[in-house]
């Protein structure tokens, strides 16, 4: 309004010249905006297909009778949609030195690679390629979240194939299994719906405490005090029901004190004659940090 008073008593050129100067700065600020909205809309589009390819693989695991190759091979579908050019987009996936690859495979030199790590072991890679060259301007070629989702993926494909291991363990006689299951790298607990039944020494320490016989016999969910009722009704459910086995995140409350972030594979099994659960259970702090990128 100042403006249009000045421009009809005043100087009409010098008015005219700072209404257009307005009308500019107010479609440049606009189309700030607008930019500003496409790309945070763009950006929450990506992060969603993660998150479909995170959990997607999280409802293969708990696909009734799935074996590892059908994990393997359910991953794979999961890759290409989930990065952002998912028509060039293939991946390879090694285990053990069994090869599992997307049907339109193609090895090129616009790749990424992460390990896949069970039992402290390196026992696999996950690959994704691209199978056409994308502009240079675009991450050479891949984003910095291809490259947190690529190390996601593979650290899931790590504690489903150390799960594994963990119940093949199962099969042998009682001294074998405890042997087996104490010297793996992961933390191993079995218990039942609301007790410790039988842990290794890495998972005493996630607990805080020293002896692993300290806490057998005694209640776990103490140390989920935010998680204990959905807790105590999973376990519930999978030792009437034979649920497959699933994937879940939750904090553990420490003796000290202090707060740990875990993820823990879980299923029912047989121990000591009886259904038990087994949690094979990894401490996420360091991959916590590293996604939100505090230090």
């Given at each position: 309004?100042q403006?249009?008073?000045e ?22 600020e606009?189309?700030r ?6 790309e945070?809309h763009?950006?929450l ?13 999280n ?8 074996t590892?190759?059908g994990i393997?091979e359910?991953v ?7 990065w ?69 993926i593979?650290?899931k494909?790590?504690l ?6 963990m ?8 001294d ?11 933390a191993?607990?079995?218990n ?27 209640p ?5 005090p935010?998680?204990?009722e ?7 459910s ?19 004190g202090?707060?740990?972030?875990v993820?823990f594979y879980?299923?029912v099994?047989e ?9 094979g ?5 360091e991959?916590?940090?590293a ?5």
């Amino acid at each position: 309004r100042q403006i249009v008073r000045e421009t009809l008593g005043s100087d009409r050129d010098a008015a005219l010249s700072k209404l257009t100067s307005f009308i500019l700065d107010e479609l440049e600020e606009r189309k700030r905006i607008e930019d500003e909205l496409k790309e945070a809309h763009w950006a929450l589009g990506e992060r969603m297909k993660e998150l479909r390819c995170l959990y997607g693989i999280n409802e293969i695991t708990e696909r009734p009778g799935v074996t590892l190759e059908g994990i393997m091979e359910g991953v794979l579908e999961l890759i290409p949609p989930a990065w952002q050019h998912p028509e060039v987009t293939c991946g390879r996936i090694t285990v053990d030195g069994v090869i599992f690859q997307c049907e339109k495979f193609k090895e090129t030199d616009w790749s990424q690679t992460a390990t896949i790590e069970a039992d402290g072991v390196t026992v696999g890679s996950v690959e994704v390629f691209y199978t056409e060259k994308r502009p240079a301007f675009e991450e050479g070629p891949f984003l910095k979240e291809e490259r947190d989702l690529i190390d996601a993926i593979a650290y899931k494909l790590g504690l489903i194939i150390a799960q594994r291991s963990m119940e093949e363990a199962l099969n042998k006689s009682h001294d074998e299994k405890v042997a087996i299951l104490e010297g793996m790298g992961d933390a191993v607990v079995v218990n039942d719906a609301e007790r410790f039944i039988w842990l290794n020494r890495k998972a005493a320490e996630i607990f805080g405490h020293n002896d692993p016989s300290d806490l057998v016999g005694e209640p776990y969910l103490h140390f989920f005090p935010e998680h204990e009722e959905v807790i105590k009704q999973r376990a519930r459910s999978r030792l009437e029901g034979g649920s497959p086995p699933s994937m879940y995140e939750a904090k553990v409350h420490r003796l000290d004190g202090t707060v740990v972030p875990v993820e823990f594979y879980l299923s029912v099994i047989e121990f000591n004659g009886k259904p038990a659960i087994l949690n094979g259970i990894r401490d996420i702090t360091e991959r916590k940090k590293a996604s939100t990128g505090s230090k």
